[in-house]
């Protein structure tokens, strides 16, 4: 298997169906071919169909999914796409950096994830915290906005250099190795940390959502494999298990 079969483009709250087929046939030049929708607001529709001039095959093996959780299922590492600097502080990459990064990634087996917004807002801050870093496609200041599909083309294209390059692989893990984390087992561990938070009372006056913020970008710079996170539910657990012993002697 190669490393670009790898790696996913995530298209996020699509609002034009042409897009989608431009930007299949952006991948498929490129010889990338995962694609995966979140929520798409007219899919399938011929407009797609037309303008992917015939890259079919990626839009046919394309999952639909409700939510973003569904879209970067498996992967244990997510890009997000976004033309400007966001309230989420995440570490900023450049597309040739993304590309090294995700091809290095897939390298060592890992499923990755490129996600890109919708094409009037982009991605919204909740979608962005589910990224391990913010990719920026370096534009000029007063019209730095690309479509959707140029954005994709743009990826495709550092991928494509990356994967005809020289880019050393990165060395294949060991087979006793726990395997990362993915998008799904760490979206159920932010949960419970959450919920968690609430049954200790922690917040005590304190915006939830910004200390949740905070400890997403902390635990996903981590990266963890599935033994870590299993360690931490254990934690969250015994916490939750004395806050209730606490509360029922009150």
Do not use: W
Not at 47 to 71: I, K, N, Q, Y
């Amino acid at each position: 298997m190669s490393p670009s079969d790898l790696i996913r483009f995530v298209l996020v709250r699509t609002s034009h169906p042409g897009n989608i087929g431009s930007a299949a046939r952006a991948m498929r030049t490129m010889g990338l071919t995962r694609m995966a929708l979140v929520a798409p607001q007219r899919f399938p529709h011929p407009d797609a169909a037309a303008l992917a001039a015939g890259a079919d095959d990626v839009m046919g093996s394309a999952g639909v999914h409700d939510e973003l959780v569904g879209g970067l299922a498996g992967c244990s590492l997510a890009l997000g796409l976004s033309a400007r600097r966001r309230g989420v502080d995440l570490p900023e990459l450049t597309p040739r950096e993304a590309a090294e990064r995700a091809l290095a990634a897939a390298a060592r087996g890992e499923q990755v994830a490129l996600v890109f917004g919708n094409e009037r807002t982009g991605l919204e801050n909740d979608e962005l915290a589910r990224c391990h870093a913010m990719v920026r496609i370096p534009s000029v200041d007063d019209f730095s906005s690309l479509n959707l599909s140029q954005a994709v083309q743009v990826m495709a294209y550092e991928l494509r250099l990356a994967l005809l390059g020289d880019l050393p692989l990165a060395p294949a893990p060991r087979e006793d190795a726990e395997p990362p984390a993915d998008a799904e087992k760490m979206e159920r561990f932010f949960a419970h940390l959450a919920q968690t938070l609430d049954d200790i009372e922690f917040h005590k006056g304190r915006s939830a959502n910004v200390i949740m913020l905070r400890l997403r970008k902390l635990f996903q710079r981590a990266q963890m494999d599935e033994r870590e996170l299993r360690i931490l539910h254990g934690i969250l657990a015994d916490a939750q298990r004395m806050a209730g012993l606490a509360n029922a002697k009150r």
